[in-house]
DNA sequence: ACATCATATGTAGTAAATTTACAACTTATC
DNA sequence: GATAAGTTGTAAATTTACTACATATGATGT
């Protein structure tokens, strides 16, 4: 991967000229990347093929191709890693981790989702008549979230907290209508039965869920982020972030899926807020 | 020094025909930098030159040099840049540029917090006797989740969606009480009102909101996160992100402030939970 | 020690890629 | 509608990288 790494583990696999010019590479590859074959060969002493040929023992195509892979060694990139906050962290450190943390989780996430249910999740939001959202503890706050969304899009969209309007709710609705549960681990008892009511009335259930859980076998269709669990603070972090992605794509979808005239609708939407607003200069 | 944000961000100054190259290398960045100029310009359907002048215009010294700098942006573990959704994207484009564009935007917001103003501002929640959270439209899910992290650490904790309620409950605030608010814009004209009747109470006034804004002003502390806005969708997506981002780490530091014997409470209060879920096999 | 083979290195020529110079074409402005 | 400023493309020049071949070096076996 990292390829100065490996031009020091190759070493002895290299011929006495090739040697030369890895040391002149390890010794300063800032200038080497910005320097030709020829100028590199004459540094290093050694003529121009031979230069090549030690490209080429590195496994890339050519020179240029060793240049690449060389600029991308330099670049001092810290991908984004999973670290637990630890007892002692200062503000510092464990500011850090957590939007690390976070990244890292959202880049799982991103490669977790599948295109196609996505696809069809949209279909089904914008053929509902009506749209409910549920959630639970840490969950409802994503369910609040999605409600805020989809509100400006001029559909009648349902939000409870309270588990008996929930279900209540679920008794009310029918072919027509979608209702989306949010749960995280998908063992919520209430509402893994939230979602057979809904079942019961022919409504179309949408579980944005983990995978195979008891909630996603009670769902139509089933949105599932595989996100790395963040145990130590037994508190729900990053999948909250990502179910809110979700709905953000879910969103734009709808959005997209209804065309221009629509998001001219939004704007008027959003213009409406100006009445309670400061004005941008900052006077009331 | 990011060149992909770097693409992005000069598109007003690019010409028509460089505006397409830009979009063929942001499609897709690792193809580029493995074409040689004649491909590249024969996929962006442009003559060689204007790839070689589109690549002066990012001040770099010409078609292999700016190869190198997209190499080490691509390396360096961020290949995120904030993207616009477009009309005709497809679930496949739009799911990817809202991921990537919060992570872009996420990176952004990283770099610009206070550890300082952090810092502070746990030591405040620590001290308080009584936390409010409020916020309005998209912040006011927000708000819910603090509520529910919050809440978790035995401390009274206030949540209302109604301004009237947040109106009164200020009222109520003294000097040892927090309230948080949080806006992304600050303008919105009824919390700073609230800010200023918990100001009048002798409250402390936290703000998650901009910068310089009216609420700002009317803080005693203010946690500014620096969002690259995402106006195309007429709806907030990021910045909320970041907020709740934010809110995890003042959680994350008031837990950690209150030591050891603390966490085991939090384990306590999750313990709780397993009453109303299916354990983990699955079975009722 | 010498012949033979294999490997390593360099030279020169070739092909490819990049850049420059200039001409044709758009687009804005008066 | 003419003129100027800015864009874009064509073609030639230049730089860069690669290939084929020749020479050199070194090892191995007789």
Do not use: W
Request: with cysteine.
């Amino acid at each position: 991967m990292n390829i100065l790494e490996k031009i020091t583990q190759h070493n002895s696999l290299f011929s006495k000229s090739e040697r030369k010019v890895a040391e002149i590479i390890l010794a300063n590859p800032q200038t080497a990347i910005h320097s030709s074959i020829a100028t590199l060969a004459k540094m290093s002493g050694v003529s121009e093929p031979t230069v090549n040929r030690f490209c080429r023992r590195l496994d890339t195509k050519g020179y240029p191709d060793f240049k690449l892979h060389l600029a991308q060694s330099l670049a001092n990139g810290t991908p984004y890693v999973n670290r637990h906050v630890e007892e002692n962290d200062g503000p510092d450190e464990y500011t850090k981790k957590i939007f690390e943390s976070t990244m890292a989780s959202l880049e799982v996430a991103r490669q977790s989702v599948d295109i196609n249910t996505i696809n069809r999740a949209v279909d089904l939001l914008t053929q509902a008549q009506k749209i409910s959202f549920f959630g639970l503890g840490a969950s409802a706050s994503v369910a609040h979230d999605a409600l805020n969304k989809f509100f400006r899009f001029n559909v009648p969209v349902v939000y409870f907290e309270d588990i008996l309007m929930q279900r209540m709710s679920c008794m009310n609705c029918g072919e027509e209508d979608v209702v989306v549960l949010i749960s995280h681990t998908g063992r919520t008892k209430s509402l893994v039965e939230i979602a057979q009511i809904a079942r019961g009335n022919d409504a179309t259930v949408m579980g944005i869920t983990s995978k195979g859980s008891p909630l996603a076998k009670e769902c139509n269709i089933v949105l599932s982020l595989e996100v790395p669990e963040d145990t130590d603070m037994y508190m729900p972090m990053a999948s909250r972030i990502a179910q809110l992605i979700l709905i953000d794509i879910l969103a734009t979808g709808f959005t997209l899926r209804r065309g221009n005239k629509f998001r001219e609708n939004l704007k008027r939407v959003k213009d409406t807020l100006r009445g309670s607003r400061f004005d941008k200069r900052g006077a009331p």
